[in-house]
């Protein structure tokens, strides 16, 4: 039997760690809370993996899906797996939501989804930045990404921290996200530019 980490009573609770990072402060790689944030994603992992190992009935993936994101989630909600969350906590989803295989949520920072989006095959949502300076390069820098409601992100699009995507938009396929989406506009490309106006 293992002993228990004479470390674990400096590390933060869940609550500390998600008020820091919705502050958008910076998680040095070092400090308490990157401890934190390495202990709540191995929670993650272990119910991704489960959720992603084998066919589970609707009900039983959104009992997953909850445990995952600790809330109740909407029983409007539709995943098809595999969905990679690398901490699960900071995730929400909104009514009607439908999220497309193979997509990948880096949730630390915030992701909210709003009602009525559709999220694309192996579309990857980012809310962590590293540091720029060589020493610092293991800080983590959050940044929070809502998707407004009814939005639709094509395949193999990429969000960046910070985004905010405005209602009825469109991400079209393989898209990078770099800065914030106006409501009822289609944006394509790497970086991402507004086409047109629904």
Known sequence: MSQPDPMDDAIPGLDVLLAALDAGSTVTGDSPLHAAMHRASQEAMRVTAELNGSYHEPDELRA????????????????????HSDFGRNLHLGERVFVNSGCHFQDQGGIRIGDDCLIGHNVVVATLNHGLDPARRFDLVPGAVTIGRNVWIGANATVLPGVTIGEDAVVGAGSVVTRDVPAGSVVVGSPARVVRTL
């Open 64 to 83: 997953l899906l909850s445990r995952l994101v600790g809330a109740d989630v909407p029983a409007s909600v539709t995943v098809f797996p595999p969905l």
